[in-house]
């Protein structure tokens, strides 16, 4: 077998894979071996017909998709492996026969491979940098979740209804005068400010009181899952029957004890702080990672590989599943009941699915450039700092560890250092 490599069209690689004479003979044979059991020749058991007696009674050609698929199976992963510090194959290749004689067979091979992006630059941009506070309010909010675990539900009579209450409505929907469907009920509980409802709906029903009749108008997300109706306004007329308002028990240090461990109410609403600084923390970094590499994908040109969107399209549409499963639905329901087929459900993921793959084609170009890499002395201390987190040491942890662990640890420190750089080579500005 020999083969030749050609750049080809929107990061694609051409191989052309000549095989001899005696190659392709000895592929027929293994594929009469494979498929002589199917065969039915007169005058032979079935499968035991010899070959040339198949090949006369079927034709010449009887064993030729089986014998060209023994030598992909074979010879393609023979030249990937050959060629893997110069190309990295993205999806199944587009096969074709060139040339099939007595003396030889030629298969082209079009793979779609990872390809170079280039960026204009990464360094010197003027990016946001995102940092949140947590104020004493949202702690207090966050303390006082604990006392719902045995709140009571009591009913109000003397006062409006207000965000945290269950209200008890009536509603009737209607876009230009029209009713549609499943924007009708009676007796509905609402928990306002649960966002259950579109938005708009919720917060222009509070202030209502028993009895009272309000007409609110909304409008429609963009994306709403009823096509028909999507940015538009609609009218609701709500009716409230009743309310229902939470009555908490005390916030005591003997409460807080029995509910979380804590000693007292002061150290419970420390431990909420620290967490809730640790969140406001994260949302930031992650917030700040993201400007980072849109203001960097804004500079790069790059021709992406149509296997590659659609890999990214089919994690994303099966992490979508996933949650799905989560609440009970299949995703075939999901999408039935949205009046979709499967190409539109996927085509909803296009261009996000387009951003991810260049952003992480520009994350492993910066990463090659600026020769980023983990020291062992970093990864060990990595490893050490998970062991402890769990009370082990380093060897005990180390022991039980998976390889893929180890990679992710190396990856996590490598794009630490990467956005550590791409910071202090920035104009950030808070």
């Keep these: 077998m020999k083969y030749t490599k050609t750049a080809g069209e929107k990061s694609t690689v051409k191989l052309t894979i000549d095989f001899s004479k005696e190659e392709w003979e000895g592929a027929i044979s293994e594929a009469y071996k494979r498929t002589r059991g199917k065969y039915s020749v007169p005058g032979f058991r079935k499968g035991k017909a010899p070959k040339p007696v198949v090949e006369n009674y079927y034709g010449k050609a009887v064993f030729f998709d089986e014998a060209f698929n023994v030598l992909y199976s074979k010879h393609y992963p023979e030249i990937l492996l050959a060629e893997r510090e110069n190309f990295t194959p993205v999806g199944e290749p587009e096969l074709s026969v060139d040339d ?103 917060s222009q029903v509070e202030g209502m009181k028993i009895g009272e009749d309000r007409d609110i108008t909304v409008r429609f997300p963009a994306d709403y899952q009823a096509e028909n109706l999507r940015d538009k306004d609609a009218v609701f007329a709500i009716h409230l029957n009743s309310i229902k308002g939470k009555e908490l028990p005390e916030l005591t240090d003997e409460y807080v004890k029995k509910h979380t461990g804590s000693e007292t109410v002061a150290d419970y609403t420390a431990k909420v702080k620290e967490r809730l600084e640790k969140q406001a923390q994260t949302r930031g970094r992650d917030e700040t990672e993201n400007a980072i590499v849109e203001a960097i994908c804004k500079t790069a040109e790059c021709e992406i590989p149509r296997a590659m969107i659609e890999s990214e399209i089919d994690k994303m549409v099966q992490d979508f599943s996933y949650r799905l499963m989560y609440q009970g639905l299949k995703l075939e329901d999901y999408i039935k009941y949205m009046g979709q087929t499967m190409p539109q459900f996927r085509a909803q993921f296009e261009e996000q699915a387009h951003s991810r793959v260049l952003s992480q084609l520009v994350i492993e170009k910066i990463v090659r450039e600026e020769k980023i890499t983990a020291a062992p002395e970093e990864i060990d201390a990595k490893i050490a700092e998970q062991a402890a987190s769990v009370q082990k040491t380093a060897e005990e942890y180390k022991k039980n560890m998976d390889p893929r662990q180890q990679e992710y640890i190396t990856n996590d420190i490598i794009i630490t250092k990467l956005f550590n750089f791409l910071e202090e080579n920035n104009n950030m500005t808070k």
């Design 100 to 202: 099939l004689s007595d003396e030889k067979v030629t298969l082209t091979a079009v793979v779609p491979v990872k390809p170079d992006v280039k960026i204009g630059a990464y360094k010197g941009l003027d990016i946001k940098k995102y940092e949140y506070s947590v104020t004493d309010e949202e702690v207090a909010k966050e303390v006082n979740k604990i006392l719902d675990r045995e709140a009571k539900q009591v009913d109000v009579t003397d006062r409006a209804c207000a965000e945290g209450d269950t209200v008890n409505i009536n509603f009737s929907g209607s876009v230009n005068g029209e009713k549609f469907a499943g924007g009708t009920a009676e007796e509905y509980d609402l928990v306002l400010g649960s966002g259950s409802f579109i938005p708009g709906f919720e």
